[in-house]
Nanobody
Framework: QVQLVESGGGLVQAGDSLRLACAAS????????MGWFRQAPGKEREFVAG????????TYADSVKGRFTISRVNAENTLYLQMNSLKPEDTAVYYC???????????????????WGQGTQVTVSS
């Protein structure tokens, strides 16, 4: 089992950057394929980016491709999401999530993720 805590959210202006972090505790962080999701008010939680335990196959939603970068430092048990050129439509609560240890391919389906953090708010003003 793994416990996840996000940080780094805040209020920024359009065009600014933010870096979110997700600190993991528990067993063998490197064995978990990880993802970032977001949920805006009145909308369903949507996939943002995913990455395998060995940092291969980073996967992105089309809406963030070229602007966001997912990465991880297994030695620090931390997952990151670098967000550049932020837009007002990026405003949401951002969640990190972990798939079950035997899963190797990042999924875009939130139901494939077994462990979730509490979320961090990102607000982008125009």
């Amino acid at each position: 089992q793994v416990q996840l805590v996000e940080s780094g959210g805040g209020l920024v202006q359009a065009g600014d950057s933010l870096r979110l972090a997700c600190a993991a505790s528990g067993r063998s962080f490197s064995s978990y394929t990880m993802g970032w999701f977001r949920q805006a008010p009145g909308k369903e939680r949507e996939f943002v980016a995913g990455i395998t335990g060995t940092s291969t196959s980073p996967t992105y939603a089309d809406s963030v491709k070229g602007r966001f970068t997912i990465s991880r430092v297994n030695a620090e048990n931390t997952l990151y999401l670098q967000m550049n050129s932020l837009k007002p439509e990026d405003t949401a609560v951002y969640y990190c999530a972990a798939m079950r240890p035997w899963e190797r391919v990042p999924s875009r389906d939130r139901l494939a993720y077994a462990y979730w953090g509490q979320g961090t708010q990102v607000t982008v003003s125009s």
